[in-house]
Each structure stands twice: as structure tokens, then as C-alpha cells.
């Protein structure tokens, strides 16, 4: 069984920088794709950045391009978010999510999910 562990998060203001990590424990060998959700209270999950683990490909949602960046770390089972300029609309819980295969940010393709991590941005 895979599981993943989040940490990081919490309260910044705008402007500020916050960096999430996940780590994945367990059976990653078949894993392509790591990444990050996020979602704003009463919306949709939102699919913001994902990377590929073995060639380190990575694609992100238009809200957060220029502004975050997502990588790979310790052999690729941890996938690391930094958040630059963070804007009070960013404000929202953040989810890692694990898949075999990239399938778009479409949440319904994804394989795996970690527990959640809160961001808040105030103006």
C-alpha cells in the first residue's frame, strides 16, 4: 500500500513564500506522476502542478504558473511545492496526489491522496 505524508502549510502574508512537501512510503515503484491539488472552500478540487518522477516533466494549472514550482526530491518519492507571491486567492487546503499514469488534472485520475495541508494568505 502507498501512502503519502504532507507537511508545511499554514499562514502567510501576501507576497510570502510557503514550501509544502510529500513524501510517499510504501510500494512507489510503479509510480509515474506526483502532484499537487488544491481546493478553495465550497469549490472543485483544483489540479495546480505535477511532475513526472522519472523524467522530471512537470505541468501546472494557469492560477499558479510563474509562481510556484513543483520538484523532486530523495530518489523522487518526495515531491516538493514552493509557492512564491502567494495571493489571497491561493488561501485554500492543499492536497498531494499519486498516480500511475498522467491522466490531466482531472482528480478522478488520480490514484492516491494525501490527508491535506492548510494555506491561508491574508492581504
Known amino acids: 500500500q502507498l501512502q503519502l505524508t504532507e507537511s508545511g502549510g499554514g499562514s502567510v502574508q501576501a507576497g510570502g513564500s510557503l514550501r509544502l512537501s510529500c513524501a510517499a512510503s510504501?510500494?512507489?515503484?510503479?509510480?509515474?506522476?506526483m502532484g499537487w491539488f488544491r481546493q478553495r472552500p465550497g469549490q472543485a478540487r483544483e489540479g495546480i502542478a505535477a511532475?513526472?518522477?522519472?523524467?522530471?516533466?512537470?505541468h501546472y494549472g494557469d492560477s499558479v504558473r510563474g509562481r510556484f514550482t513543483i520538484s523532486l526530491e530523495n530518489a523522487a518519492n518526495t515531491v516538493v511545492l514552493q509557492m512564491n507571491d502567494l495571493k489571497p486567492e491561493d488561501t485554500a487546503t492543499y492536497f498531494c496526489?499519486?498516480?500511475?499514469?498522467?491522466?490531466?488534472?482531472?482528480?478522478?485520475?488520480?490514484?492516491?491522496w494525501g490527508q491535506g495541508t492548510l494555506v491561508t494568505v491574508s492581504s
Open positions: 510504501g510500494y512507489t515503484h510503479t509510480l509515474n506522476v
Open positions: 511532475t513526472y518522477r522519472r523524467n522530471a516533466i512537470t
Open positions: 496526489a499519486a498516480a500511475y499514469e498522467w491522466r490531466g488534472f482531472n482528480s478522478q485520475g488520480w490514484d492516491f
